[in-house]
């Protein structure tokens, strides 16, 4: 079964098994399990079913499998001729997460 699930601001089409990436989790440990209630669409075939916005009574059940940091974006500015230059550097904390399951 297929779900279209909203959390943290970004949208992901899931099936049971997937490993995604997402913003962390906060107060969540590995090992964790989090219910996301934002579901917006799921089923396959004849019994796909569309929220408006949301499915009432649907939930994804996902487990942390680990908390990391992600790349380092380094921003740069510079003023031409006025001497002025920020380097900044930013790492997204992120969340490893796997479906575990859906209910529709």
């Not at 699930?5 to 989090?34: C, H, M, P, S, W």
Request: aromatic letters at 4%; a positive charge.
């Amino acid at each position: 079964m297929k779900a279209t699930i909203k959390t943290q601001g970004q949208q992901f089409t899931v099936t049971e098994g997937d490993i995604l990436i997402v913003n962390r989790y906060k107060d969540t440990e590995a090992g964790a399990t989090v219910e996301i209630k934002d579901v917006l669409a799921a089923g396959e075939g004849a019994d796909f079913k569309v929220g408006a916005p949301l499915l009432d009574g649907a939930s994804v059940s996902a487990t942390v499998l680990e908390n990391k940091r992600g790349k380092k974006v380094v921003v740069f500015k510079k003023k031409k001729r006025k001497g002025m230059e920020r380097k900044r550097g930013h790492r997204q904390e992120l969340s490893v997460i796997k479906i575990e399951s859906i209910k529709a």
